[in-house]
């Protein structure tokens, strides 16, 4: 049970957000975001890095040159990663870097991240951030108000608040159904909307 306060759009303190979801320093699990973190990086990566095995390499069908007489090595095929435009050996080859996350990891992974912010007094609860997605006042109100750097996450993705801090260096916005637990861990504070973290503790219960 936790008792989270909750900040009008002037961030002032408007009430107070009641959760049966244990907050405490307890519930941090680091080995959990640790492994959402490695699999968000890893599934970002490309993984495009390729080349040509011997039977992927065109041409070898001839002998290159007689078995012996020549003095060299022998070679039967131009093929050969020994030759000069054959194939290569054990390079990379295109693949999935995705890594599978079961369902208890990740809410786990995001418990921990909500408790560790609440706990050292990084998280701020807001009715609703109101902005009319001018980068410039967005910023002014997180700066005056000691709040930067921050993840800010609305409840609706259409929010003028994610325009508004799209553009600022040390701060990033996103909607709750899109919520990464690697930006959470990124950015020192977490600046979320009464709905959306509803919406995430609901997930939790």
Request: charged letters at 25%; aromatic letters at 4%; glycine letters at 8%.
């Amino acid at each position: 049970m936790a008792d989270i306060n909750v900040l009008n759009a002037k961030f002032e303190k408007s009430g107070s957000l009641s959760t049966a979801v244990n907050l405490d320093a307890e519930v941090v699990s680091i080995p959990a975001v640790h492994q959402i973190v490695k699999s968000t990086l890893a599934g970002r990566r490309q993984g495009n890095a390729h080349t040509k095995t011997r039977g992927q390499v065109s041409g070898g069908g001839a002998k290159p040159f007689k078995q012996k007489g020549t003095g060299r090595a022998r070679q039967g095929s131009t093929r050969s990663p020994l030759m000069v435009g054959g194939g290569t050996a054990f390079g990379p080859q295109k693949r999935d870097f995705t890594q599978k996350v079961n369902k208890k990891m990740m809410l786990k992974a995001i418990q921990s991240v909500i408790a560790d912010k609440f706990q050292a007094g990084k998280l701020t609860v807001v009715d609703s951030l109101e902005s009319n997605g001018k980068t410039k006042e967005m910023f002014a109100t997180l700066n005056s108000k000691n709040l930067l750097p921050a993840l800010v996450v609305t409840e609706k993705n259409d929010s003028k608040a994610i325009l508004a801090a799209r553009n600022i260096r040390n701060a990033k916005a996103m909607a709750v159904e899109g919520f990464s637990v690697y930006e959470a861990v990124k950015f020192e504070n977490l600046i979320i909307e009464k709905a959306a973290l509803e919406s995430l503790l609901n997930r939790l219960v």
